[in-house]
């Protein structure tokens, strides 16, 4: 257990709302992602966090920003939500300061977003 | 772009039978390769990582193999029991920009059968 938590676990929206999902850890990890799993395409990544205010893009970053002003915090936002976005978003850390081979990465429980 | 691929998609055993599953991967310049468990409706739970420069991990009847320059790692399974039945993901860890990126299979669905 690496302490992730996310919020909220489900939530049903409507087409062109925003919606903002919330990760958080308690074990002061400096990197995050932000991924979605869908059928037939596994695992992508949407964002990562290097640290504070440290954010790049990942694959499918198109209709997401991110934010971290918080080390335990990391959110993603859906400026305007579509029906492509419904998915399961999966928050992970990756433990040690050091990009190596010694980098595994920790995932949180999901949450699971419906899109009307 | 790396690609990883899992072979066979689903995979359905009698409990106690020894089984292998299957990974490959088109780059080889990988930092490392992780084994996930994933549980209907569940997050993923690590279970094993194969550092690039190691050949295999080991953990309770879990033994992974990693062959780097053929881009090739197994899961093997010893005595399988019906509370392995789960999807079980490997992913490979590359380094781009200032973090790092692990790129995912789509999964192999294991059931195991009393």
């Known amino acids: 257990d690496a302490g992730i938590t996310q919020s909220p676990r489900h939530k049903v929206t409507e087409t062109g709302t925003p919606v903002t999902l919330r990760c958080h850890q308690t074990?002061?990890?400096?990197?995050m992602y932000w991924y979605r799993q869908d059928p037939g395409h596994g695992l992508r990544l949407i964002h990562y966090?290097?640290?504070?205010?440290?954010?790049d893009k990942g694959e499918v970053s198109d209709g997401y920003s991110v934010s971290r002003s918080k080390t335990e915090d990391f959110l993603l936002t859906l400026e305007s939500a579509t029906s492509s976005q419904t998915s399961v978003y999966f928050c992970?850390?990756?433990?040690?300061?050091?990009?190596?081979?010694?980098?595994?990465?920790?995932f949180g429980p999901g949450t699971r977003l419906t899109v009307l | 772009k790396q690609e990883v691929t899992q072979i066979p998609a689903a995979l359905s055993v009698p409990e106690g039978e020894n089984l292998v599953l299957n990974c490959s991967f088109t780059?080889?310049?990988?930092?490392?390769l992780q084994w996930f468990r994933q549980d209907p409706g569940k997050g993923l739970t690590s279970l094993l990582l194969?550092?690039?420069?190691?050949r295999e991990q080991t953990s309770g009847r879990l033994n992974a193999s990693l062959d780097k320059s053929s881009g090739r790692s197994t899961l093997y399974i010893a005595a399988s029991q019906p509370g392995d039945s789960a999807t079980y993901l490997c992913?490979?860890?590359?380094?781009?920009?200032?973090?790092?990126?692990?790129?995912f299979g789509t999964g192999t669905q294991l059931k195991v059968e009393l």
């Open positions: 992970a850390i990756s433990r040690g300061q050091v990009i190596s081979s010694y980098n595994e990465q920790f």
């Open positions: 074990e002061n990890h400096r990197y």
């Open positions: 966090s290097y640290g504070v205010k440290d954010t």
């Open positions: 780059d080889s310049a990988i930092y490392n």
């Open positions: 194969i550092q690039s420069s190691q």
């Open positions: 992913a490979v860890l590359t380094v781009t920009g200032g973090g790092n990126k692990l790129t």
